[in-house]
């Protein structure tokens, strides 16, 4: 055998070893499977705190959504909530059993400036909702359109983690892939529309706080993840 059949050979196996141990690696085990997922419909409270749902209330959503949106999600909520002062907060929760790269067209940053709105540059906060719990990670930023501003809170769960941001989401799932698992997304969005910045955001911490903490420990899981679980 040649030198030039010996480097074909050779080649030829590093190419069937590298596909063997990507097949070996490949995540297989869903870290929620479908059938023990939440029903969202039923296990967000229509009310809460000082806040109660207000129907007929329209969120901004991606472009197509209510096509795309049955692709990639399986489930999707979408509600409005307004407290005794007459102030309406937005909620948008989307959901993923397989998470998938497409999660991100629900990101403010896309999902907003699809819809012809100047996006501000996001911040990044925390808040502390309950002592037994760390504080939630999340992203800010303040989008508008003509006469509309619309402050806008959110954050994605991955698996057991919380991230704000696509860099630490895709770095969320190899470490979940290098365990064998396929971790299930979800994002929660909140926004307010008709009050200054400023106080669209302490309201909006307000909604937040009360929101979780009127959420049973199984449910409160997934909204913002288990710190017992978590590969950080």
């Not at 949106?69 to 102030?87: A, C, F, K, L, M």
Request: charged content about 25%; some cysteine.
């Amino acid at each position: 055998m040649n030198g030039r059949r010996i480097h074909l050979v050779l080649a030829c196996i590093v190419i069937l070893s590298a596909a063997v141990a990507a097949e070996a690696l490949k995540p297989r085990k869903r870290l929620t499977p479908p059938d023990q997922a939440l029903n969202l419909e039923e296990v967000i409270p229509l009310q809460f705190g000082r806040w109660t749902q207000t129907p007929d209330v329209r969120l901004v959503e991606p472009p197509g959504s209510d096509t795309l949106s049955h692709e990639i999600y399986n489930q999707e909520v979408v509600r409005g909530y307004t407290d005794p002062d007459g102030d309406t907060v937005m909620l948008l929760v989307a959901y993923g059993a397989s998470q998938s790269d497409r999660l991100q067209l629900h990101r403010p940053e896309i999902c907003y400036a699809a819809q012809g709105f100047r996006v501000g540059k996001p911040t990044e906060a925390t808040l502390t909702y309950a002592e037994s719990r760390p504080p939630l990670r999340f992203r800010r930023m303040v989008t508008e359109r003509e006469a509309r501003v619309e402050p806008v809170t959110y954050w994605m769960r991955i698996g057991y983690d919380i991230s704000t941001d696509n860099f630490d989401r895709q770095l969320l799932k190899v470490r979940y892939g290098l365990k064998g698992l396929i971790p299930d997304g979800a994002l929660i969005r909140v926004s307010t529309v008709g009050l200054p910045p400023e106080t669209s955001l302490k309201l909006q911490d307000r909604f937040i706080r009360e929101f979780l903490l009127a959420l049973p420990p199984e449910t409160l899981n997934f909204f913002v993840g288990d710190p017992s679980r978590s590969l950080y």
